[in-house]
């Protein structure tokens, strides 16, 4: 019998009712009495030095309050990189100043010019128009190779080239792994791209930012995944105001996939312009403008070989890619390619020797970071990709050539510095060829041929390190943040419960899951559990939300925050029974004493800590909440194996995806729908990479697809009914939930085994195609079936 409360619950998500009802409270919903509005001039030429600036006329325009330039910013810090990566060599990364507003040069098409604020957006907009700028236009580098080769244009004239850095991993493994390569039976090679990505949640960036002179105080409203991240981003590196003294809130938030991880211009120049001018700012942004200034993703190219032997035993495996930072380091970006992406490169399987080789290159184009997966899917998409091009070159099945090579003793040390705990690869794999139903493909097959299709058959199986860890560690790896989670756990005298958590949710159920996991804990039913989150005035300092870290990480510091609390509950009630504390045990919302039929409820419990007549105040302060800061020791490594079914048009090179299957080894799982949900989610963004989305720069540096009329979301009508499991468990061992991550996992899995299918499906008609580059529009898929 499915559960219907607690842990294993398939609940509904409580927090669905306002946002289908319009009762969200949006960052753009908030409307401060006396606001003034901002319209950002930006640059409509890649790269070019700012010879003139001219705002008087601007400043001049009816309603305008105050024009901003570059020149209000000198003096005042850029913003931040938060990760530092040290190259092979052991030199850091060159790392140049991001203005939050140009100064002296623009570096992309969007970079911001000056910032009107006026008393209405339209009246901003219009003064807007009236500055004068003139731009000695330069040329603009937009490949990564033509970028890195000698005499190419420097997108920031103090650095000694484009690149930012060319990083090793493992560095002392790189000429073991080239003798491995030179001496192998077999090396198959494969280049590829993960092309450039905009992450278009639904709602765009906003900013509002206020002052209070009285208390010389700032407030930003942001629509932001980590508000923690972004006061100690801005506060301490960019405004230089101390913490106590800002405050940054994020209330509901209409999807991020990790474009609403990173400090960005708008909110520091909202931020300062409220002190300036003693009222509030406030900037929306455009669609237009979410393209032109929204961190992008992916955005690789990468050449991988993979040694086997005689059987098809792996024996060593070699990446070198080149990976597109943009113009600027966004907050996070210089880690995606390197920590996120070389550690995963190893997969599910036990390859001896991995080397790992990525060229970061700055190029005239927005800045690209984090987007869902960041940096995982990239890793799987190449080893997936490259192993079944092996499989057909050495005429082994796909299934036993990766089944031979699956890591299948655990703890696993894998050669790229990681330490998988659990796992049962092949129990993912056989769920998932059961539930695909793979012995009727032929069928399938032979009736898609009927009706004039070619069908084809790809699969997957994939890895992801999830939850960030531990800060010493990363902090050894140059991050410039702890990664660790909080949480304060609040009971009420009457037995309620609000929790406080670092942890920001924008789409991932928190308030519904968390107060699964509490009420389980106590015995209590869920509607006793509140959740309170985004707002830096009254949760503790904590990581947010990213990284599909949100209950292993943030959700273990509230199980350590409940324990503690359970722990001076019971001292409590061991006192109202007359009973050590030691024989005292706590089930279905009630303390008893084992061996007797003494109990206490549990309200009554949290009435006495509040009301404390009946214990000694000299051995028991009054009062129930408890803080907890939890740092993990390991990441989490969720995985499966997913399966593919297309249908190729032969005259046209339409793709449809007929079938779709995923089996995921989530480990334990606390609410089963919201898995599924989120498993989705990420299948829908990763079918959307494999077949529609493209970021396209032409040569001059202007976005080619600014607009949903030129990038292509997935819609319905692009997706199958998706079949998807996750029975396969093996709990992680090393958090107290025994979870691991889920959030990302359909968009690192999903796009090597659509590309699969349709590799397999022009094979299986006699076409000699052994690759095509994502996005796999009818266009690419018709030219590579007709040579």
Known sequence: MPKDHGIGAANKRREDVRFLTGKGRYTDDININGQAYVHFLRSDVAHGKLTKVDTSAAEAAPGVLRVFTGKDFEGIGGLPCGWQVTDRHGNPMQEPAHPVLAQGKVRHVGDAIAAVVAESYAQ?????????????????????????????????????????YDWGFVEENREAVDQAIKGAHHVT?????????VANPMEPRVAVGDYASHSDESTLYTTSQNPHVIRLLMGAFVLGIPEHKLRVVAPDVGGGFGSKIFHYAEEAFCTFAAKQLKRPVKWTSSRSEAFMTDAHGRDHVTKIELAMDEQGNFLALRTDTHANMGAYLSTFSTSVPTWLHGTLMAGNYKTP??????????????????????????????????????????????????????????????????????????????????????????????????????????MNCYI?????????????????????????????????????????????????????????????????????HGDTANTPMGMGTYGSRSLAVGGSAMVRATEKIIAKAKKIAAHLMEASADDVELKDGAFSVAGTDKSVAWGDVCLAAYVPHNYPLDEIEPGLEETAFYDPANFTYPAGAYICEVEVDPDTGKVTVERFTAADDFG??????????????????????????????????????????????????DLPNF?????????????????????????????????????????????DVKHIDMPLSPARVWAAMNG
């Open 124 to 164: 901003a907009r219009d003064a807007a128009e009236l500055i004068e700028v003139d731009i000695e236009e330069l040329p603009a580098v937009i490949d990564m190779k033509a970028a890195l080769a000698d005499g190419a244009p420097k997108v920031h004239d103090d650095l000694t080239s484009n690149l930012c």
């Open 189 to 197: 090679t494969l280049e590829l791209v993960n092309q450039r990505l």
């Open 353 to 458: 020797l991995i080397y790992v080789n990525v060229k970061a290159v700055f190029t005239n184009t927005v800045p690209v970071d984090a987007y869902r997966g960041a940096g995982r899917p990239e890793a799987t998409f190449q080893l997936e990709r490259v192993i079944d091009k092996a499989a057909r070159e050495m005429g082994i099945d796909p299934v036993e050539l990766r089944r031979k090579n699956f890591v299948t003793e655990f703890p696993y040390a894998t050669p790229v510095a990681v330490e998988y705990d659990t796992g049962d690869y092949n129990a993912t794999l056989d769920k998932a060829l059961e539930l695909a139903d793979v012995s009727g493909f032929d069928a399938r097959a032979a009736e898609s041929a009927k009706n004039g299709k070619w069908r084809g058959l790809g």
């Open 464 to 532: 992801e390190a999830c939850g960030i860890a531990p800060s010493a560690l990363v902090g050894q790896l140059g991050a410039r943040a702890g990664l660790y989670e909080s949480a304060t756990v609040r009971v009420n005298a009457t037995g309620g419960l609000v929790v406080m958590t670092g942890s920001h949710s924008h789409g991932q159920g928190h308030e519904t899951a968390f107060p699964q996991v509490i009420a389980e804990m106590i015995g209590i039913d869920e509607s006793q559990v509140e959740i309170v």
């Open 668 to 717: 334990n799982v606390v609410n089963p729908m919201i898995v599924e949900g989120q498993v989705h989610g990420g299948l829908a963004q990763g079918i959307g990479q494999a077949l529609l989305e493209n970021c396209v720069y032409d040569e001059n540096g202007q976005l080619v697809s600014a607009s949903f009329m030129d990038y292509a979301m997935p819609r319905a009508a």
């Open 723 to 767: 079949s998807v499991d996750h029975s396969c468990q093996t709990p992680c061992t090393h958090n107290p939930l025994g979870v691991k991550g889920c959030g990302e996992a359909g968009a690192i899995g999903s796009p090597p085994a659509l590309v699969n299918a349709v590799v397999d499906a022009l094979q299986r008609n006699g076409k």
